[in-house]
């Protein structure tokens, strides 16, 4: 079974300053991906960021990177140079690459991020 | 704009009434999932279908009934319903359930939710 854990219910972040939203895992699949997601009021939840465990690299897309230490299992969100439309609710998951659970996306409970002007 | 299309984006039912949800993706994604997310709480698995066929029930009461018509389309039909049904369903699609595909990185696409309401 995975699980997921996000220690942070809510952050703010001044605009224009960088942010981190923490996330640990614990697995026991040998292979696995680790997604972030935001969801605005709207409710859609909008695809962020992907990392592979076997990816040597941290993955990055635009003003988003993905802090990942596999030893410690842990992938980070780092936000930077927040705007006012970052606001909203972030969740890390993760979904195993191969095993009988391979459909099964599991999410942390989510970090409420609030951008002040 | 999301590729995942779900209407209607609001609904409001009566207990007694039957209405269905609906879910469209043109990615040529072949497998589609419904998801409910209560109010400040992560989506929760419902039924996940593979190739027009359902893989996966997580024990979900049988008032809420999905139908896949075709690779593109995703219902659910709603019948029944009580008022702690009331959440923001979420449809969303993937390359295929059984990850592990060439150049797949096993991302979900979502739809913007139906928000429904039970009265």
């Known amino acids: 079974a995975q699980k997921i854990t996000q220690t942070q219910p809510g952050m703010f972040v001044q605009e224009k300053e960088a942010v981190t939203l923490d996330c640990t895992y614990d697995?026991?699949?040998?292979?696995?991906?680790l997604f972030w997601y935001k969801q605005p009021s709207s409710g859609e939840m909008i695809f962020l960021i992907y990392?592979?465990?076997?990816?040597?690299q941290n993955a990055t897309e635009g003003r988003y990177s993905l802090n990942f230490q596999k030893a410690r299992k842990s992938a980070n969100l780092v936000i930077s140079a927040s705007q006012l439309g970052d606001s909203a609710m972030y969740f890390c998951?993760?979904?195993?690459?191969?095993?009988?659970?391979?459909?099964?996306?599991?999410f942390g409970k989510g970090t409420k991020l609030s951008v002040i002007p | 704009d999301t590729e995942v299309t779900q209407t209607p984006k609001h609904l409001v039912m009566g207990m007694t009434n039957k209405k269905s949800l609906k879910c469209e993706q043109h990615?040529?994604?072949?497998?589609m999932y419904w998801y409910k997310q209560k109010a400040k709480k992560p989506p929760e698995l419902m039924f996940v279908?593979?190739?027009?066929?359902?893989?996966i029930n997580e024990s979900v009461p049988s008032r809420f009934s999905p139908e896949c018509p075709n690779s593109s389309l995703l219902n659910l039909h709603l019948h029944a319903l009580q008022p702690e049904d009331s959440a923001l369903y979420l449809c969303?699609?993937?390359?295929?359930?059984?990850?592990?595909?060439?150049?797949?990185?096993?991302?979900?696409?979502f739809g913007e939710g139906s928000r429904l309401t039970v009265l």
């Open positions: 969303a699609s993937s390359h295929s359930e059984r990850w592990g595909l060439a150049g797949d990185t096993g991302e979900l696409f």
């Open positions: 697995t026991s699949d040998p292979s696995y991906g």
């Open positions: 990392q592979g465990s076997y990816d040597q």
């Open positions: 998951a993760m979904r195993p690459r191969s095993g009988a659970g391979s459909y099964q996306l599991t």
């Open positions: 990615m040529g994604h072949r497998a």
């Open positions: 279908y593979s190739y027009e066929k359902l893989s």
